[in-house]
């Protein structure tokens, strides 16, 4: 096991920046399980660390940050019944090239997959598509290390009340070690991208969500204008927009036709609507925008639909939902872009995605979260000495 003392640990983007007391880089479950037992004896905090690419600072601890880095590969996968037990330090592309290796492949995936997937998980990120759940709905079975330092195994046949907790769950239950994932056989996807009026876009909205397997939109602030993307089988889909005019598109497998190669890096801020609500939403953000912050923006605002769920925490818990998400460059400032916007998207009774910047804290989440009494008290049970709390999640859980 490998550790290193005081080192500068920084996200994806470069906004969050800390030293843990100590790194460690357990290689083996047993090795992590002392970890937590040493964090238990000695009252620390624990947190782990995959891929960084969190805007939050959920993993920051001036503690004991562990690194997931040797939990990572294709355990064990089943054809027949579609399900894949892969390590939970694995992100999300070496997932997809692993699966693709066996024949099989991620029901979906996100924009970006370099997040590892026990991260992207437990934050309850998604990706774009009507009919398509959060990267969670594709978990059927979590084994974990918990906060009284047990190696545990828990599956939607047998547990099933405790899943719609761990799934979606900040790593506050515990640090998960393997996922056992339902997937898919390795399939293609053709992509298409078109260029429209942003006031034609919104009008056709919903058989743009209704018809395409994947459908996003980005609207560009300083142009008005947005770029529609649209993933499906080939030959399905969408037929023509007359409305927009196509500029890109290509076929391939769909590891490899879903993500976006990101080179900029950038910080978000994301909150989570009801299909009637997100146009209202979106409307007024972009009224806001150009009235105030279009000269000072260097990206764009991204408009996701995401399928219902039952998992406690997760911003689509209960309601298909629109997920609107801001953007501004790594090297710009975003304060107070975001904290004005924030302000529009808590109007509108939004969820914020866990992985993001947000400013709610437990009293306000509450409110936002139908199971939240429930989900608290299963966190107790598995983290009785409070030792994943951060600041952060203090905040989160406590207020």
């Known amino acids: 096991m490998v550790l290193t003392e005081k080192k500068i ?13 100590k790194i460690v880089v357990p290689e083996n479950e047993e090795q992590l399980r002392q970890v937590v037992q040493e964090a238990i004896a000695n009252k620390l905090t624990i947190r782990t660390i995959g891929a960084r690419h969190s805007c939050s600072p959920i993993f920051e601890t001036d503690q004991i940050l562990v690194s997931m880095e040797n939990f990572k590969g294709l355990y064990e996968y089943d054809a027949e019944q579609r399900t894949a037990v892969i390590g939970a330090g694995t992100t999300v592309e070496e997932a997809g090239e692993e699966l693709f290796r066996v024949g099989l492949a991620l029901e979906n995936t996100g924009h970006i997959n370099k997040q590892a997937l026990a991260g992207a998980i437990s934050t309850g990120t998604h990706g774009a598509g009507k009919e398509l759940k959060n990267l969670s709905g594709q978990v059927t079975g979590i ?13 939607e046949e047998h547990n099933g009340e405790l899943m719609q907790a761990l799934k979606v769950s900040l790593g506050s239950l515990g640090i998960f070690t393997r996922l056992k994932l339902r997937v898919l056989p390795r399939f293609t996807l053709h992509r298409r991208q078109y260029c429209a009026h942003t006031d034609d876009c919104l009008a056709n909205l919903k058989q743009l969500m209704e018809e395409n ?16 993307k649209l993933w499906n089988a080939p030959g399905e889909g969408t037929a023509e927009l007359p409305y927009a005019t196509l500029y890109k ?7 490899d036709v879903l993500p976006t190669t990101q080179r900029l890096k950038f910080n978000e801020l994301e909150y989570s609507f ?27 605002v991204l408009y996701r639909p995401v399928a219902a769920d039952t998992v406690f925490l997760s911003n689509a818990y ?13 090297s710009l400032p975003y304060e107070d872009y975001f904290n004005d916007i924030e302000k529009i998207f808590q ?47 203090k905040n989160v859980f406590i207020g």
């Open 318 to 330: 209960n309601r298909n939902i629109v997920a609107i998400t801001i953007h501004q460059h790594a």
């Open 274 to 300: 009801d299909h009637e609500t997100a146009p209202h939403c979106f409307q007024e953000i972009r009224q806001r925008i150009k009235a105030k912050h279009r000269k000072h923006l260097a990206w764009r």
């Open 249 to 255: 598109e290509y076929s391939g497998w769909s590891k």
């Open 213 to 228: 397997r994947n459908f996003c939109f980005y609207w560009y602030p300083r142009r008005d204008d947005v770029s529609i």
């Open 143 to 155: 084994r974990l290390i918990n906060g009284s330092g047990d190696i545990k195994e828990f599956d």
């Open 347 to 393: 109007s509108y009774g939004g969820r914020p995605h866990w992985g993001k910047k947000h400013s709610l804290k437990a009293p306000q989440l509450q409110q936002l979260y139908p199971e939240w009494n429930r989900f608290q008290q299963i966190r107790k049970r598995f983290d009785p000495n409070g030792i994943f709390l951060n600041d952060y999640l």
């Open 9 to 21: 640990c920084t996200n994806w983007s470069g906004d969050i920046r800390f030293s843990p007391a």
